[in-house]
C-alpha cells in the first residue's frame, strides 16, 4: 500500500492530513489535477521540484496495479 511509504504520506501535521508526496508539502491531488489538465509529468515536476521523478512514476505504477487488482 503507498500510504505511510516513501512515496505517499499523510500526518494531521502535515497539510491538515492530506496525502503527500512523502518528504514533501505537495498533495498527490495536485498531480492528478495536472495529468487531467493535460499537463504533463514534467510541468509538474517544474512546478514542484521538491517531488522526484521516480516518486511520480511510482506512485502511478502503483496506482494501476492496485486499480487493475480490483477489477481481475
Not at 19 to 24: I, L, Y
Not at 37 to 62: H, K, M, Y
Amino acid at each position: 500500500m503507498l500510504k505511510s511509504s516513501l512515496i505517499i504520506s499523510a500526518s494531521p501535521d502535515i497539510m491538515g492530513g492530506t496525502p503527500v508526496f512523502a518528504g514533501t508539502r505537495v498533495p498527490v491531488q495536485t498531480l492528478l489535477d495536472y495529468l487531467k489538465a493535460g499537463e504533463s509529468i514534467d510541468d509538474f515536476l517544474d512546478g514542484f521540484p521538491t517531488v522526484t521523478r521516480d516518486q511520480v512514476i511510482t506512485l502511478l505504477e502503483e496506482a494501476g496495479k492496485q486499480l487493475v487488482s480490483m477489477v481481475a
